[in-house]
């Protein structure tokens, strides 16, 4: 009986004790003097880090661009409308593509809405179609458009 009166009080105890402990770790900076970091700081971090590598995959795209090949330009389409697939996901849209998201923007929300539309259906040209035959032109303007995108979103 009192060793069954023992246990009770101590898992009592343990609970109210480990309950403070986290409590004060939490509100103290503890966590930040040990890690060096705390939530906020973490996720500037990753958008920093997700800032750069969009950058690098840019100036890649533009290096495309600018040989004048029309596979290096198919590939600068493809691979900057996946950069823009990937900054919708991570701005919330639902979907399982790029069309799926671009569907839920609204005309108030990006303007351009429909120019951002003719640059994907170049990009799914691309894509579906071997026989797609795509100009300098072209693969020039749908970038423009994708490069006022990531401009307005920061992330230029």
């Known amino acids: 009986m009192w060793l069954s009166i023992l246990k009770f009080v101590c898992i009592f105890f343990s609970v109210i004790f480990s309950g403070i402990i986290i409590f004060l770790l ?7 003097d040990k890690f060096g970091t705390d ?4 996720f500037r971090a990753e958008s920093s880090l997700v800032k750069r590598k969009i950058s690098k ?20 389409i493809i691979e900057t409308d996946s ?6 996901k991570r701005m919330g ?19 351009y809405i429909e120019d951002v539309w003719q640059a994907h259906k170049i990009r799914n ?6 026989d797609y035959k795509l100009t300098y032109g072209e693969a020039k303007k749908a970038l423009d458009i994708y490069e006022k995108i990531l401009k307005d979103f920061q992330v230029l």
């Open 26 to 32: 939490i509100e103290s900076s503890f966590l930040a």
């Open 39 to 42: 939530a906020a700081d973490f």
């Open 57 to 76: 995959k840019w100036k890649e795209n533009q290096k495309r661009l600018a040989s004048h090949q029309e596979a290096n330009l198919k590939l600068a």
């Open 83 to 88: 950069i823009i697939d990937d900054l919708f």
């Open 93 to 111: 849209y639902k979907g399982e593509s790029l069309g799926e998201r671009l569907k839920q923007i609204k005309p108030a929300q990006i303007p």
């Open 125 to 130: 040209n691309v894509v579906h179609n071997q």
